[in-house]
């Protein structure tokens, strides 16, 4: 079992429907991040929040939003997604931004646009 | 620019024989090193990581990983090579100040042949 749980594990949505994506843990960790993977290629990283506050968005579209409610949830609003936004959406956690040690991800979102 | 290669897209190896996947990096300064390991509809799961000292890391699985600091390098190794360690592995790196991104490679697809 991992330690960073996501859901849903899967999300088929239509261009104009509205959804979000969830991410928790309980490690106490303090940066927590959304990554974008396409099949067979690396994670992409789209936003890094440290101690609940926007650190890094790098130059995702508005039509991705993300929210940090606490330092355990993590959120990532969708609206008006297009179809080369398929992909699979991963969630990771580290203790703290930018220190040695490793990030722990959740074994993603699978996103469909139809 | 930063940047992480790994220059083979896939590697064989036969059941029992040693395997090694190789990690060459351009990132200034003395970076953290990681290997991840992902296996199908998962995320990303920690194997080791370089921080300084020996320069042979020892990880989960039975795996290690060797750092070259001139030739700037971070092989992953396994003196054994098991059928269930099929997946794509990940080399990333991360600077020490100021490095708040994670630098991925392109990811190795190991197959694992009994």
Not at chain 2, 59 to 73: L, M, V
Not at chain 2, 82 to 108: H, N, P, Q
């Given at each position: 079992?991992?330690?960073?749980?996501?859901?849903?594990k899967?999300?088929?949505?239509?261009?104009t429907?509205?959804?979000?994506?969830?991410?928790?843990?309980?490690?106490?960790?303090?940066?927590?991040?959304?990554?974008?993977?396409?099949?067979?290629?690396?994670?992409?990283?789209?936003?890094?929040?440290?101690?609940e506050?926007?650190?890094?968005?790098?130059?995702?579209?508005?039509?991705?939003?993300?929210?940090?409610?606490?330092?355990?949830?993590?959120?990532?609003?969708?609206?008006?997604?297009?179809?080369?936004?398929?992909?699979?959406?991963?969630?990771?956690?580290?203790?703290?931004?930018?220190?040695?040690?490793?990030?722990?991800f959740?074994?993603?979102?699978r996103?469909?646009?139809? | 620019?930063?940047?992480?290669?790994?220059?083979?897209?896939?590697?064989?190896?036969?059941?029992?024989?040693?395997?090694?996947?190789?990690?060459t990096?351009?990132?200034?300064?003395?970076?953290?090193?990681?290997?991840?390991?992902?296996?199908?509809?998962?995320?990303?799961?920690?194997?080791?990581?370089?921080?300084?000292?020996?320069?042979?890391?020892?990880?989960?699985?039975?795996?290690?990983?060797?750092?070259?600091?001139?030739?700037?390098?971070?092989?992953?190794?396994?003196?054994?090579?098991?059928?269930?360690?099929?997946?794509?592995?990940?080399?990333?790196?991360?600077?020490?100040?100021?490095?708040?991104?994670?630098?991925?490679?392109?990811?190795?697809?190991?197959?694992?042949k009994?």
């Amino acid at each position: 079992d991992t330690e960073v749980t996501q859901t849903p594990k899967h999300l088929v949505m239509g261009m104009t429907n509205k959804k979000s994506l969830k991410c928790e843990q309980h490690m106490g960790h303090r940066a927590m991040y959304w990554y974008k993977q396409k099949a067979k290629k690396p994670p992409e990283l789209m936003f890094v929040y440290s101690y609940e506050k926007l650190s890094i968005n790098e130059s995702v579209p508005s039509r991705f939003s993300p929210e940090c409610p606490n330092s355990s949830l993590l959120n990532l609003h969708l609206h008006a997604l297009q179809p080369e936004d398929s992909a699979l959406y991963l969630c990771a956690s580290s203790q703290n931004e930018g220190d040695n040690q490793p990030q722990h991800f959740g074994d993603g979102t699978r996103l469909s646009i139809l | 620019a930063q940047s992480v290669a790994q220059p083979e897209d896939q590697v064989n190896v036969a059941e029992g024989n040693p395997l090694t996947v190789k990690c060459t990096y351009s990132v200034s300064g003395n970076p953290y090193l990681f290997w991840y390991v992902q296996y199908p509809n998962r995320g990303l799961q920690f194997l080791l990581k370089y921080i300084t000292g020996d320069n042979l890391v020892k990880g989960s699985y039975g795996f290690e990983a060797e750092f070259n600091k001139s030739q700037t390098s971070f092989h992953l190794k396994k003196p054994s090579a098991l059928v269930s360690d099929s997946a794509l592995y990940f080399c990333a790196v991360r600077e020490r100040t100021g490095g708040f991104k994670t630098i991925f490679g392109a990811g190795t697809r190991l197959f694992v042949k009994a």
